[in-house]
């Protein structure tokens, strides 16, 4: 067995209120530090940022804030970074959905300062992941050309607060995504036993893909509860949704987190571009669940039973995209697959060994009811 050191997020702060009481949480885990740098958009200023601001303040932080305008891309760190650095050391506060926790995660490694994340919504289950997600540019984050989505390492947050009054109060359409972005590990968990077995990735973490089959299994037996709000089934989904930073650690890999089904994802994600509609990254991976579960030969059906129970999308009609574009998202996967292999050598996927022409990318929508 190899050596590992094992990086988890220390501190959980979770229930009602707790955005209210943020500052008194910060002074009670010791925080020496006398600045804080609020990370959100203009909506999650209104949801939870402009409290958090209020709460430190009252605390006795010196409180500044970054408003995101341009979404998961380099001028936001670096613009983040600005502001971070002068009043160094502080705490960097990612407050919002992915993309602001993301801003906040890199931006504050990268200036080596200590973050927080406070999730407004589960649209994502970005909270205590390792990584921080960005979109392709031809500079990224790690100064590196990207075509697509990559990742940075950036390891867990300080801490993870999370006010269930306001996860549970936003829109429903957020937490249905999340919901389906963390059934992705179906699909993931599949595609890393297989680049294993091919002898693409030499690390393979039996235990944590254990850890995430049941609680996949515990979302798809309990959407409809999860949907009506039950409070025992609800909080179980969003302790569920906090776990990510713990399962990639304990993996040892990322590949935990997605597979092929994120590839689809993308694709999906650039038809939308294409056409100008506005989409969520986890309902785009949601119907590239349902399509890849199908092509990996597990029970789509079952997921998209979940999906529908849940409230997800579970057509491409639903997100605002025609046959062809779901037809052409697919015949395109296994180029994005191919170009993800270079910044990842071991993403080998179902994609790499059943490649999708038109017909048989038509046939799989088709029988899974993703396109009429």
């Not at 973490?205 to 039950?230: F, H, P, T």
């Not at 296994?334 to 994609?351: C, E, G, K, M």
Request: proline share 3%; with cysteine.
């Amino acid at each position: 067995m190899e050596l590992r050191s094992l990086t988890l997020c220390p501190k959980y702060f979770f229930g009602n209120r707790a955005v209210d009481k943020l500052g008194q949480f910060c002074r009670e885990i010791d925080l020496q530090e006398k600045s804080a740098v609020l990370v959100c958009d203009s909506a999650t200023w209104k949801a939870a940022a402009e409290k958090a601001f209020a709460s430190l303040t009252a605390s006795g932080f010196h409180v500044d804030k970054v408003i995101v305008e341009k979404g998961a891309v380099r001028s936001e760190v670096d613009k983040a970074r600005e502001r971070i650095r002068p009043l160094r050391p502080c705490i960097v506060l990612g407050i919002g959905g992915g993309v602001s926790m993301d801003i906040a995660k890199a931006s504050a490694f990268l200036e080596r300062a200590p973050w927080i994340t406070v999730p407004t919504s589960f649209a994502t289950d970005a909270m205590t992941g390792i990584n921080a997600t960005f979109r392709g540019e031809n500079r990224g984050v790690d100064d590196k050309a990207h075509e697509g989505d990559y990742d940075v390492r950036v390891g867990p947050p300080l801490a993870c607060v999370v006010d269930t009054e306001i996860v549970r109060n936003a829109p429903w359409r957020f937490q249905a995504a999340g919901y389906a972005d963390y059934l992705a590990k179906l699909c993931a968990t599949h595609d890393w036993e297989l680049a294993y077995s091919r002898g693409k990735d030499r690390t393979y973490g039996e235990y944590a893909i254990m850890l995430a089959g049941a609680q996949v299994e515990y979302l798809m037996n309990n959407a409809s509860r999860i949907r009506k709000k039950d409070e025992r089934a609800f909080e179980s989904f969003l302790q569920i949704m906090m776990n990510d930073g713990f399962l990639t650690e304990m993996a040892g890999n990322s590949r935990i987190l997605f597979g092929s089904e994120h590839v689809v994802a993308q694709a999906l994600m650039e038809e939308q571009t294409r056409a100008r509609v506005s989409g969520l990254h986890g309902e785009q991976v949601g119907l590239g669940t349902i399509l890849m579960s199908h092509l990996q030969g597990q029970d789509w059906m079952a997921v998209r039973r979940a999906l529908e129970e849940v409230g997800a999308p579970v057509t491409g009609e639903q997100i605002g995209l025609g046959e062809d574009s779901v037809v052409r998202a697919l015949t395109r996967a296994q180029a994005i697959n191919q170009s993800w292999l270079r910044d990842r050598p071991d993403f080998h996927t179902v994609l790499m060994e059943k490649p999708l022409t038109a017909e048989s990318a038509k046939e799989i929508a088709t029988e899974t009811d993703v396109i009429a």
